[in-house]
C-alpha cells in the first residue's frame, strides 16, 4: 500500500494480514521504490489521497511495471484523472467499504493467476511448435542426403534449434568399427574435459549393453575424436559434466549403430526429452538407407569388376585359343597337300579327319565369341546395302561342296523383285550360312533343300502361333528368305525354344549334331539387331522350314531415308556414328573420290550417289571408334574436317557430325 | 627367285608358311618381332611381305604405314594377317597401304594363290 495515512495503512495492515495476504507499505516514494527493488507485490493499493506523496513520478514508475502487477486505486471523489486510466486496474471510492476491498482483491488476485497460466502454457505451446517444425525440417533434410556425416549433422543441427545444447557427443562405429566421437559444442573443450567425456562414452556405451554382449569392443585408446566449437576463445570445464543431460540409442533396424549425448545448462523439461528422442529415432531410417546405399555402390563396383573379368577373359579366349589353330590348320594341310611327304591313303583319311575337328573347334570359338559380343552389346554391325540374292548365292557356293558330298540338291527360288537391304554383309552372310549348314546337317542323303526369297509386306506374313507376337510389330515391305530342308523335324512344343540361348532342346538331336547350340539364338540376335526377325516351321519327319525378314531399302530410298535409317542402328548398336555428307556439282565428287580412293571402302554406298541433274552428293557411315578412318579422311581432306564448309577442288564440301551418347558403362 | 618376307612373333606360323612358300619355290625370310621385320624389310627389299598385325616393339599397321610412305619400298607388296575378332582393323589396314588382308586361321591354298596374285600384278 502506498499512503501518507498511517492510520489508513494500520487499518488495512490489520484487515489483510487477517486475510492472510502480505501486506507491505510505503509512506514515501522513496520507500516505495526500495520495496520495488526487493519484491515485486503482487497488488498495489494507492490511496491518491495522498497529498504528501508525489503522484505523478509514482504513475510513472507503475505505468513502467505494469505488465506484472495489479494496481488498485483509492479515489477521494468520483472522478478519475486521466493518467490513472491507463495504470489502474480497478477504482474505489473514499470511503471504501473493507468488503469491497477485499473483494476486488481476491476476483484480481485470481485473473492474475489465471493469465499467469495461460501464459506459461502458451509459451510451452510455442515451444513445442517450434520443436514440432525443427523435428519437420529435421526429417526433410534427412530425406534430402544419404551421407552419414551429413545426416549426424543434420541430426546435431536440430537438436541445437530444439533444445540449444551446450555440448552434445555423439559415438558412432565407422564400417571397419573404427569408434569415432563427435563433439559439438559452444565453447572449446578443455583437454581435461575431452579426456572425460572420452571415459563418459566408454561408460555410456558399455551401460547401453548392460548383461549383454556388445556389438563392437570398445576401448578408450582407439576413440577417435572430432571436436566442433562455435566459440573457440572460450573453454569448457569440468563444469559441463553437472550440467543436465540426455542420452538416446542410434539404432539401425535392430543394428546399434552408436548414440548422442547432449548437455545442457538449464534442465530439460518433459517435452525436450520426447523432443530429443523422436530425432533420434529420425535419423535412424535414413542412415539405414545410407547403409543400404553403401553396400549396393560396393557390390555395382564388385559387378562390374566382375563383368570386366568376364570381357577380359572373352578376349584372352579369343587369342589364345586361336592363336594355336592357325598353325595347327596349316600343318594339317600342309601334310595333306603332299609337300611333306607321299601320304598312304590312311594317313589322309586321318589327317582329314583332323582337319575336320580343327575346323568345327574354329567354328565353336567362334560361336562362343559372338553371343559374349552380343551379350556384351559390343557386336559392331557396319551398314551397307546388301543384295540377298547376291549373298544366298555366295553362301551357296560356301555349301557346295559340303552338299555335294552328301548328294544333297541345293536349290534357290528368288522372287521376280530385287531384295536389298540395309546390313552389314558378313553377319547377313553367317545367317544365311548357319541356317544353310543346319539344313544340310538334318537332311538325309539324297535330299533337297531350297532357299527362297519373297517380297511380302509384314501384314501378308504367316507364321505359327508361337512366333505370332514377334512379326506382328512388323510394318513395311520385307524381303522373306525361307531355307526349307528335309530333316527330322522339330516337335512344336520345340519350335520356339530353338532360338533361344542354351535352351537348346535337351534331346538326342543336339548331340547327334553336336555344336554349342548357340547358332540359331546368334542368328536370332542379328536379326534383331537388323529390325528383322526369325521363326521356324515343321513337320517332324518331313522337314523344316527357316524364315527370316529384313526391311527391304527401297531403290529410291533418298539421303534422308538413309539417314533415318543410319540413326536408328546407331541407336540399336549404341554406338557414336560420324556421317559425311559429300555433295558437290558435276563430276568432282566421282573425282575427289576415286582419287582418294574412298570407294573402295566398304563404308561407301555406291547406291547412296543421288545423281540430281549436275548435283551428286554422296555420304559415308563411320562407325566412330574407327579413329583411324576418320584421321585418314582428316589427312587426306582435312580442311573439310576442320571447316564446316570448305574448297576443295572446285567442290563445295559439306559435312555433318552426327553422335550418339554410349550407354553408361 | 621371289623373296618373301615373314613377319609374326608366332613362330609355329612362320614356320609353317615358310615350308610352304619354299616348297613352291620361293626364297623366304623370318622376322619374329616388327623391329627385326622392318630392319630386314630396309636391307633385304623383299618382292612381298606377309606382316602379322599384333606383335610387340612395332606392330603390323606401323611398319606397313612406314614402308608405304616410303617411295624406296612403297611398292612392294603387304598381306596383312589377323585375328577375326579384330575386324575393323581391315579398314585400317586397307588404309596403312596393305594390299590383301587375310583373316587367321587362314585357309593355306588361300595364302598361296594371294601371293602368286599380288607377285603376277607386280611384274605386270
Not at chain 1, 188 to 206: G, H
Not at chain 1, 640 to 665: Q, S, W
Request: charged share 25%; glycine share 4%; aromatic share 8%.
Amino acid at each position: 500500500m502506498v499512503s501518507d495515512n498511517n492510520k489508513k495503512i494500520k487499518h488495512y495492515d490489520e484487515l489483510l494480514t487477517n486475510f492472510s495476504h502480505d501486506f507491505q507499505f510505503a509512506s514515501d516514494n522513496q520507500m516505495f521504490f526500495d520495496i520495488l527493488d526487493t519484491v515485486m507485490p503482487q497488488i498495489i493499493l494507492l490511496d491518491t489521497c495522498s497529498a504528501q506523496l508525489d503522484l505523478p513520478q509514482l504513475y510513472r514508475k507503475i505505468n513502467a511495471i505494469k505488465e506484472n502487477l495489479v494496481t488498485l486505486t483509492i479515489l477521494k471523489e468520483d472522478k478519475i484523472p486521466p493518467e490513472l486510466l491507463n495504470i489502474s486496474d480497478a477504482f474505489l471510492m473514499e470511503p471504501v467499504s473493507d468488503n469491497i476491498l477485499i473483494s476486488t482483491i481476491n476476483v484480481n488476485l485470481r485473473r492474475k493467476e489465471a493469465l499467469t497460466r495461460l501464459s506459461t502454457s502458451n509459451q510451452n505451446l510455442s515451444k513445442s511448435l517450434y520443436q514440432l517444425d525443427v523435428l519437420y525440417n529435421t526429417g526433410s533434410q534427412f530425406a534430402a542426403t544419404l551421407d552419414k556425416e551429413k545426416l549426424i549433422n543434420i541430426m546435431l543441427e536440430g537438436l541445437d534449434k530444439a533444445l540449444g545444447f551446450s555440448v552434445a557427443c555423439v559415438l558412432t562405429f565407422k564400417s571397419d568399427n573404427e569408434p569415432l566421437l563427435i563433439i559439438n559444442s559452444i565453447n572449446q573443450i578443455s583437454d581435461r574435459l575431452l579426456e572425460a567425456l572420452k571415459l563418459r562414452a566408454v561408460l555410456n556405451y558399455k551401460s547401453l549393453f548392460e548383461n549383454k554382449e556388445m556389438p563392437f569392443e570398445l576401448n578408450i585408446n582407439d576413440l577417435k575424436t572430432i571436436k566442433y566449437a562455435k566459440n573457440p576463445i572460450e573453454d569448457y570445464d569440468f563444469s559441463v559434466l553437472r550440467y543436465d543431460n540426455m542420452l538416446a540409442q542410434i539404432n539401425l533396424s535392430d543394428n546399434f549403430y552408436g548414440f548422442v549425448e547432449i548437455y545442457r545448462d538449464n534442465e530439460f523439461t518433459n517435452e525436450d526429452t520426447q523432443c530429443f528422442h523422436t530425432i533420434a529415432q529420425q535419423v535412424s531410417m535414413p542412415l539405414k538407407n545410407a547403409a543400404y546405399v553403401q553396400e549396393i555402390q560396393a557390390k555395382n563396383k564388385e559387378l562390374y569388376r566382375l563383368e570386366h573379368l568376364k570381357s577380359e577373359f572373352v578376349s584372352i579366349v579369343s587369342h589364345e585359343l586361336r592363336t594355336p589353330i592357325t598353325p595347327l590348320k596349316t600343318s594339317l594341310e600342309i601334310m595333306l597337300s603332299g609337300r611333306a611327304g607321299i601320304l598312304t591313303p590312311n594317313m589322309e583319311k586321318f589327317l582329314n579327319i583332323g582337319k575336320n575337328n580343327v575346323e568345327t573347334f574354329q567354328k565353336i570359338i567362334n560361336d562362343l565369341l559372338d553371343m559374349s559380343k552380343i551379350e556384351a552389346g559390343k557386336m559392331d554391325y557396319k551398314f551397307t546395302s546388301v543384295n540377298m540374292e547376291k549373298a544366298i548365292s555366295f553362301v551357296k557356293t560356301l555349301q557346295n561342296n559340303v552338299a555335294d558330298e552328301k548328294g544333297l540338291k541345293l536349290t534357290t527360288t528368288f522372287d521376280e523383285d530385287f531384295a536389298t537391304v540395309f546390313a552389314d554383309e558378313q553377319r547377313i552372310h553367317q545367317v544365311l550360312n548357319n541356317l544353310l549348314s543346319n539344313a544340310i546337317k538334318f537332311t538325309k542323303e539324297g535330299g533337297n533343300i531350297d532357299i527362297s526369297t519373297k517380297i511380302i509386306n509384314a501384314e501378308n506374313i504367316k507364321c505359327p502361333e508361337c512366333f505370332s507376337e514377334e512379326i506382328k510389330k512388323l510394318k513395311g515391305k520385307y524381303v522373306q528368305v525361307c531355307v526349307k530342308d528335309e530333316g527330322i523335324g522339330i516337335e512344336d512344343e520345340n519350335l520356339a525354344k530353338i532360338f533361344d540361348q542354351f535352351k537348346q532342346i535337351e534331346s538326342s538331336l543336339s548331340r547327334e549334331v553336336g555344336g554349342t547350340g548357340l547358332g540359331l539364338p546368334i542368328v536370332r540376335k542379328i536379326l534383331d539387331a537388323h529390325n528383322g526377325a526369325i521363326w521356324a516351321e515343321s513337320k517332324v519327319g518331313e522337314g523344316s522350314s527357316f524364315y527370316f525378314v529384313l526391311p527391304v531399302m527401297s531403290e529410291k530410298s533418298n539421303f534422308w531415308i538413309l539417314h533415318k535409317q543410319l540413326i536408328q542402328q546407331a541407336k540399336v548398336n549404341k554406338t557414336k556414328f560420324v556421317t559425311l555428307t559429300i555433295s558437290a556439282k558435276g563430276n568432282c565428287i566421282e573425282n575427289l573420290m576415286q582419287e582418294n580412293n574412298l570407294l573402295s571402302g566398304t563404308y561407301l554406298n555406291n547406291s547412296l550417289l543421288e545423281k540430281d541433274k549436275d548435283l551428286t552428293s554422296l555420304t559415308m557411315v563411320i562407325p566412330d571408334g574407327d579413329r583411324h578412318l576418320v584421321d585418314f579422311l582428316k589427312r587426306k581432306i582435312d580442311s573439310v574436317i576442320l571447316n564446316d564448309k570448305a574448297r576443295y577442288g572446285k567442290c563445295d564440301i559439306i559435312y555433318t557430325y552426327t553422335t550418339y551418347p554410349k550407354e553408361k558403362e | 627367285m621371289k623373296k618373301i618376307l615373314l613377319v609374326d612373333d608366332e613362330q609355329d606360323i612362320v614356320e609353317t608358311l615358310k615350308f610352304v612358300l619354299e616348297s613352291d619355290g620361293y626364297t623366304c625370310f623370318c622376322a619374329y618381332n616388327g623391329e627385326d621385320g622392318l630392319k630386314l624389310a630396309k636391307e633385304i627389299i623383299p618382292d612381298l611381305m606377309i606382316l602379322d598385325i599384333m606383335m610387340p616393339k612395332i606392330n603390323g599397321f606401323k611398319i606397313s604405314r612406314l614402308l608405304k610412305y616410303d617411295a624406296k619400298y612403297k611398292n612392294i607388296p603387304i598381306i596383312m594377317l589377323t585375328a577375326r575378332s579384330q575386324e575393323s582393323d581391315k579398314q585400317i589396314g586397307e588404309e596403312t597401304g596393305a594390299d590383301v588382308y587375310i583373316t587367321k586361321p587362314f585357309d593355306l591354298d588361300n595364302v598361296l594363290s594371294t601371293v602368286k596374285q599380288l607377285l603376277n600384278e607386280k611384274e605386270e
